[in-house]
């Protein structure tokens, strides 16, 4: 009997095996990316009874795969292991790894790689979007690569998963976008900073504001210290970037009434490397930025967008109609694959 066979004849012997599987390796994935935590954030991240996660949680500690202190449960070096070992099982059980495939058909991408939750409803699928990014990134950088990075919390979110590993470390870390806004904590020139910390890497940033007036961008994109980051984006290995709304988007940045009216009149869904388009994937409107442009994006050999959420699904969906964007990679979550499958 084959593998496959064994697996159909316990799923015919025992069929609740695999609903038990799934929510005791969520539970534990959640501890893992989110711990410490107390067990009213397990509640509320995966909408199951008290009564359910007491008896799980007790289970996971009597097999060492928890532990538990005042300040919470963390996932211990077993928890971790066994996460890694189930992960192809999970995807599988959950009908995720079917999802993937039929996404990336959809969207015409090279690959999918969805995670369970949604960031719309459980901010905890932010850090497994994070981890499976930084995951990514490790396995496909190669020695002294370059690495344009944009801001936002998904991608903000690779922070905590990133160490030094021997490509990493050799790896130039790039703002793909000046400053947006006040958040500094989510902006490119923050993050390449944070990722090349963790990484023991190079980085270069781009302390400019993201949106000029066409004198300004004229006469910046002279300037020595601009030209010389400007000039890596013509060599880009690796781009790694998330898909916003367009009207949120457009706030943040404080467009006026004019531009969100006009973005609003021709249906604007998303915005990436501040270019908004509709469904369709047509381009209505870009603002002068210094930063990476989408046609340096496309030259790159590895596009890597992190994004989720439900209320995202049509920006991501919109975007991948651009031409050029095939080769990406696309970590998204279950909640904007749904939404968009469904469709």
Known sequence: MNNESQKEAVHLLVPELSSIIQQRYRILQTIAVAGPIGRRMILDTLNISERTVRNEITILNDQQLIETSQKGMICT???????????????????????????????????????????????????LLGKEASEYLTAVAKKDNTVAITGGSTVAALTSFLSPTKSLSALT?????????????????????????????????????????????????????????????????????????????????????????????????????????????EIIYRINTIGIQLEQVKQSPHIVAVAGGSLKAKAIQAYFKIDGTKQTVLITDEGAANAILEK
């Not at 192809?88 to 058909?105: C, R």
């Not at 999918?112 to 850090?127: A, C, R, W, Y």
């Not at 467009?255 to 915005?271: H, R």
């Open 77 to 127: 070096n077993k928890g971790y292991e066994i996460l890694e070992e189930l992960k192809e099982t999970f995807q599988e059980a959950s009908g995720l790894s079917l999802k993937e495939k039929k996404l990336a058909q959809i969207l015409d991408i090279k690959k999918v790689i969805i995670v369970p939750g949604d960031v719309n409803i459980e901010s905890s699928t932010t850090q």
């Open 173 to 281: 870390f790039i703002a793909a976008r000046g400053s947006l806004g006040n958040e500094m904590n989510l902006q490119a020139n923050t993050l390449v900073s944070q990722f090349a910390s963790k990484c023991g890497a190079e980085f270069r940033t781009l302390y400019l504001p993201e949106n000029l007036s066409e004198n300004a961008f004229a006469t910046m994109v002279k300037e020595p210290m601009v030209k010389e980051v400007l000039d890596f984006y013509d060599d880009i290995d690796i781009v790694i970037h998330g898909i916003g709304s367009a009207n949120e988007m457009a706030h943040r940045r404080n467009s006026n009434d004019a531009i969100i009216n006009m973005l609003n009149e021709k249906n604007a869904v998303g915005e990436a490397f501040g270019y908004y388009f509709d469904e369709t994937g």
